[in-house]
């Protein structure tokens, strides 16, 4: 290692020199489709267990990653491929976690897989080697933790197939893992994916040197291999990433030839080049069956599938993604918020496609350790309210007066859905006074991200989505604190909201109010105060409305096809402090209605 | 022949049985890239020839598609790829046009190209063909024409590569062809696009039987050839489609085996295997290099490309088409209108992908029928108008109050851009009574479609995107009728707006009209009547404004960096007939300003 490598695993922030490591499992291994007499799987660990064996991260790699999360190694310059998250102070803090990574089983950097000897013939297993499942590479990592004495994990990680790999393991080990990271991954593979997968092993299979699986170092299918992840590489990126790094660019293939080649084509030889040299074709067979029959759908839905998961899991989707697309992505968070459980969508608007989760990110590397530090409030967390683009404005102030009449209302461990939450106070809130399991949704990120600093529950995404996703009856409250205004025909979601929870609490501005009257009386205007802040030309639509006209509304045969009643209400006159008894519709400025499911 | 296929062709709406003919160029051919001593086009003709040759509509096909378009050959039972688009009464109707199509240059089903024999060598040109361009083919399709003594293309048509040949079309001879409907098109390949085409290449040329482009037809790099079409297959089908067609579903491969198989494996093979039966590897090199160097954008963009079209052109994208996707088609729309052409834009909401252009729709059908109707008013176009969502109702008996207005502004041979313009009423008017040149924009593909009937040029899309990819002062007037409302922070559009156009006129309800202050001063509610239809629980938000708040905004400094003033302005009392002079802002129903740029 020359000085300046030295140096660079030495700088702050670094895990520095590390080794591989091999863990032997000496008994038989019963995976799904078959049996081995023994494994075993290389890994790397970072950072320290402590004495409980609980500060333990799992990270799980992708199709084609290993074992080389962090670091480098003796004599190499590369760093692990997840370099930029793990390490001493990074978002996954190596000061404060004990980091694992294994080549996961069935794979080719040092664990048991295709290339391996089958003791049975004294030859490589190739295709005889059992056909994998994703549980098997978890089954498996399970016996390295026993085995490293981790008691339990505080989280497991992972994106692509390694995001699968964290989804299995809350469902394998639910009491085992406190919580997971599951990033730009699914539930299943689509149809268009498994029909990109078998393009690929129709490339490797049809190259006359895989010989049915028994070819040698020295003959090996290398260009249908090669042709197989040119394809996939496609699939990782994103038009518009591909669009802005090569364009039309063309480049000379060599001075002789007269011929010219895209740049994108130039860069994809490439790629299909270096796989070939240090991947294997049967595992590349293997591993994308593997990942085409991973299915936690199946006949009886992903529900049935997560109903016993412990863990509080975080969902996170890159909007560029067209492998695992965002909606494949919210498909996870939605069936464990359907059962109730601790579980946040975000979207990151990254534009580097699925890939997005290798690439540095900061909104990305803050979500992992605003996640992983969960509702500790501290100095960063702290730091996020503040960056939040919605600053604390009179407004804001504000918005309290309905958020402490609304949480007068909640019992204690009632279940709350807040549509349009924010940055998550009222949700935080009620989980520290009361015990309240709540669940948060919002369109914006930020507001989101805020709430997973709060550790708080939150589905990024269109409000009427997340409500029509929701089964009946499965909150005791949905809450709607100013932002009924904002939706097209807004009757049909507070009817919605009603078959969702039994008790629904919507705070609006009183549109009939005396003063906003009197100006629009006298110039026909829209009034210009805190409530009202832009002049029309600089406005958001709205939909204004009054007490009256709420009520109404309310009380509306149409209104009735979910029967409810109204029950409490409070109003709040123009400085939204004082309540306000007789003459509402005139008088308040703020009302908060309590609507009753019968 | 058997009876059935007898009956089946000679059915209603059939061309019925059809013959391919030969056309020989006996003469020396120079295309870009190299010279052929001679070529041959197979083609096929449906309906007949007027006698000025000016009926004639050439349709192109796209890249493995050929030049049997409609009807059945004899002892066949497959019909013509179009069959449904085109004959007697359909979309394209042979009982008024004489319809052509050829299998393109370069291609492998009967016209000259890489399987045909080379004199020189006297053997199959293979490898040796000169690269091909869309121009060649063109150019080709054009001696055809001659020799078919066509003296002007009513239409010229073509959906993926086909469109790409329609686009050069009427570039080349842009005096040749009066229409052109360029159909899930692009006006260059993307980087992903060239990638996947790169990939496939790869595939064939990897192939040990390709043998540098010198197969015999007894020993055909089939593998490469099917694993490139396979993949190409996915390109073609949207991700909803391909759940939607195979899901998950699984199937035995064989009694005897075990394995199974992911219906759209199989389905991937079968069209793998059905392609290279009926395709030729050389050809397919060709053509797809054909397609990654065709770029009208270049070094000079694309409306420099585009600058002496004269046609009028349809631009058609559908929602799902990835490959070719909505975004690649609207540049070719949008660089016309910013060039002033008479160019439309529409988009289908279809669910099959790329592919959507072969699949029958009668939303698409009826779309290319009304194009080539044009502004003829029939029976279809009427019938079209009524079936429009937007019925006739008393509000849009009153919209014509403002479009009368405006419609008496505008001068003989102004350019109008009229955002939000619904059914293109006013274009359509102002077309017939001064020759005006109009563009309308709207977000509704019915409305859109409405437009097309009306032969007025139409963007169908997002009003804000439209102005903002328009060039500064290309439009006498920019209007908006009674749409300005339904924009957030709608006074940057008018801005914008007064960049395209040196005038811009709007219209809009006063919402400080006295009945709505008298009642809403008295209830706090906003009325309820034929302006404001609905209550607010089954409204879309708005931002309503009085014509004060509106003057205000026209004069307020901020709104003045671009100068411009008021000019006439027209006010109608409550019942949007009788002008009203005095106290508009308490008096008038409507407003109508226009706004002059300095």
């Known amino acids: 290692m020359n000085t300046e490598d030295k140096n660079n695993i030495d700088e702050a922030g670094e895990v520095g020199l590390v080794h591989p490591q091999i863990f032997e499992y000496k008994k ?281 998961v412990e863990a509080k899991v975080m969902v996170v989707g890159f909007t560029t993604d067209w492998l695992y697309t965002p909606a494949q992505n919210k498909m996870i968070a939605e069936a464990l918020q359907k059962l109730s459980k601790h579980a946040s969508y975000l979207e990151i608007d990254h534009p580097h496609g699925h890939d997005s989760f290798l690439i540095q990110s900061d909104n990305f590397l803050r979500l992992i350790k605003l996640f992983l530090k969960g509702a500790d409030q501290d100095e960063i967390a702290r730091q996020e309210i503040k960056k939040s683009r919605y600053a604390i404005t009179r407004a804001d102030v504000k918005k309290e007066a309905d958020l402490k009449v609304i949480g007068d209302w909640v019992k204690p461990n009632e279940k709350v859905l807040d549509l349009g939450c924010g940055r998550g106070i009222l949700l935080e809130n009620l989980r520290e006074t009361k015990n309240v399991n709540g669940l948060g949704v919002d369109y914006d990120c930020d507001k989101a991200t805020a709430c997973i600093s709060r550790g708080v529950a939150v589905y990024q995404g269109d409000i009427r989505k997340a409500l029509s996703m929701l089964p009946d009856n499965c909150f005791d409250w949905v809450v709607f604190s100013r932002m009924v205004e904002e939706l097209p025909e807004p009757g049909q979601v507070i009817l919605d909201a009603l078959r969702v929870g039994r008790r629904v609490a919507v705070s609006f501005v009183n549109h009939g109010y005396w003063e906003n009257r009197l100006y629009f009386s006298q110039y026909g205007s829209k009034i210009n105060n805190d409530v009202y ?66």
């Open 28 to 308: 038989e291994f019963r995976m799904t489709h078959g049996v081995l007499a023994s494994f075993q799987l290389y890994y790397e660990t970072y950072g320290t267990l402590n004495k409980g064996g609980t500060n333990a991260i799992l990270i799980c790699h992708a199709l084609t990653g290993d074992h080389h999360v962090a670091g480098v190694h003796e004599g190499a310059t590369r760093k692990g491929w997840w370099n930029h998250a793990v390490g001493p102070g990074k978002a996954i803090d190596t000061d404060n976690f004990f980091v694992v990574c294994s080549n996961c089983l069935g794979a080719c950097q040092g664990s048991t897989g295709p290339t391996s000897i089958n003791p049975k013939t004294q030859k490589p297993y190739g295709m005889l080697f059992p056909d994998l499942t994703i549980k098997d590479m978890v089954v498996a990592q399970k016996l390295l933790l026993d085995h490293l004495k981790i008691s339990s994990l505080y989280s497991v990680a992972g994106g692509s197939m390694g995001g699968m790999q964290a989804l299995q393991w809350v469902i394998e080990f639910p009491k085992f893992v406190q919580r997971a990271m599951i990033i730009a991954a699914t539930p299943q593979h689509s149809a268009q994916t498994i029909a990109f997968n078998e393009v690929g092993r129709t490339s490797i299979k049809g190259d006359p040197k895989w010989n049915n699986g028994n070819y040698t170092h020295d003959s090996r299918p290398e260009m249908g291999l090669a042709v197989a992840r040119m394809m996939a590489h496609i699939t990782y990126l994103s038009d518009e990433a591909m669009e802005e790094k090569f364009g039309r660019n063309q480049m000379k293939l060599s001075v002789e030839e007269e011929e010219q080649q895209f740049a994108v084509e130039s860069y994809l030889h490439h790629q299909g080049l270096r796989f070939v040299d240090r991947f294997d074709a049967n595992t590349y067979l293997k591993l994308t069956k593997a990942l085409d029959h991973f299915d936690l759908v199946g006949e009886n839905g992903l529900e049935h599938t997560l109903k016993n």
């Open 533 to 598: 802040r832009e002049n029309w030309e600089k406005s958001d639509p709205r939909n204004h409305f009054s007490i009256k006209e709420f009520e109404d509304f309310c009380l509306a045969p149409e209104s009735q096809k979910i029967p409810f009643q109204i029950g409490r209400k409070v109003f709040h006159r123009g400085n939204w402090k004082t309540t306000c008894k007789w003459l509402p519709n005139l008088r308040a400025g703020l009302a908060i209605y309590e609507l009753v499911r019968l």
